[in-house]
DNA sequence: TATTGTTATACTCTATAACTATA
DNA sequence: TATAGTTATAGAGTATAACAATA
């Protein structure tokens, strides 16, 4: 791993979890230090990119596609509209819900933040083939669907 | 991606860090589940395990291996020592480093705790073949070391 | 009753600067 | 001067409970 540090095959067998957690981390640090000239965060830029995508949906649907709660989406949504990115307005068939647009602004910065992103993208799976960036996707897939398999799921 | 929202190929493409940090999700909540029970988290476990692995290693190498900060981890030496499943002393060579070593009830709990982690490894890899497996580990690394490259960082 | 958006709160992880004691 | 351990602090991310408006 680091610093000269042995580690058995035994101790790394165990590792798949924190080799993650330190591989996200580069990515996570990497790409909102990207984003910083732009305004946005991971996070933000996230959110930005599925309501362009799906202009019209409810903020609890964007929480679920983000795998975030519902209230940690609201400053998330605040930030944005107080940029002028994002318009929240009511919802034509449900009061209770919103209805999450971009702005002309919000759908410029995305088209330029998009770019960044995807050179960072580039960078990071740079050293991979096709074959091994389908088994990467394959495999995060799979792990995340594990929360939605109880049977599967804190059984052991 | 969840709540039936429509994310086109295009939007995808670019959530390489995104679905990372939702499989990440995943497994950090559910693998601290697991070692609640034992009274143990991931990163203490991590640290326990590498020091189990690499007996008399300095507190510096430590977090080096684990990939976090020096300052980072002195709440978590504490935390296990506190619990006598490590012991610190002195290093024999450079008065300024501790040695670190795990006491017998640190070593015993670190075999208990490595069942219940290896079998809840198990279940995150449940669904890859060996192949798979072996390219999701290759590509982890590949996206860790692009820290350590400088010329591939931030040059986009 | 249940759901939507919201507020408030607490806990963890991370990053940084500064201190002390040693080298 | 440089390094090892430490303290303190600030910023994100996450999880949870509770509330008002609406269904």
Do not use: W
């Not at 519902?70 to 919802?91: C, P, Q, T, W």
């Not at 050179?119 to 799979?142: F, G, N, Y």
Request: charged share 25%.
């Amino acid at each position: 791993m680091g610093g000269g540090v042995k580690v058995t095959d035994e101790n790394l067998r165990v590792y798949i979890g924190y080799n993650m957690k330190r591989a996200f981390n580069v990515i996570q640090a990497d790409l909102n230090t990207a984003l910083k000239p732009l305004g946005l965060r991971m996070i933000t830029f996230s959110a930005l990119a599925i309501i362009v995508g799906n202009p019209g949906l409810r903020p609890s649907d964007l929480a679920s596609a983000l795998s975030i709660e519902r209230a940690n989406l609201v400053m998330i949504l605040s930030e944005l509209e107080d940029e002028g990115l994002l318009s929240r307005s009511r919802s034509a068939t449900d009061r209770r819900a919103q209805s999450l647009s971009a702005t002309a602004a919000g759908l410029a910065l995305y088209h330029k933040a998009r770019k960044a992103v995807c050179a960072h993208d580039d960078r990071m799976i740079a050293a991979m083939d096709a074959d091994e960036l389908k088994s990467l996707r394959k495999a995060l897939q799979q792990i995340e669907e594990l929360t939605r398999d109880p049977a599967q799921h804190h059984t052991g």
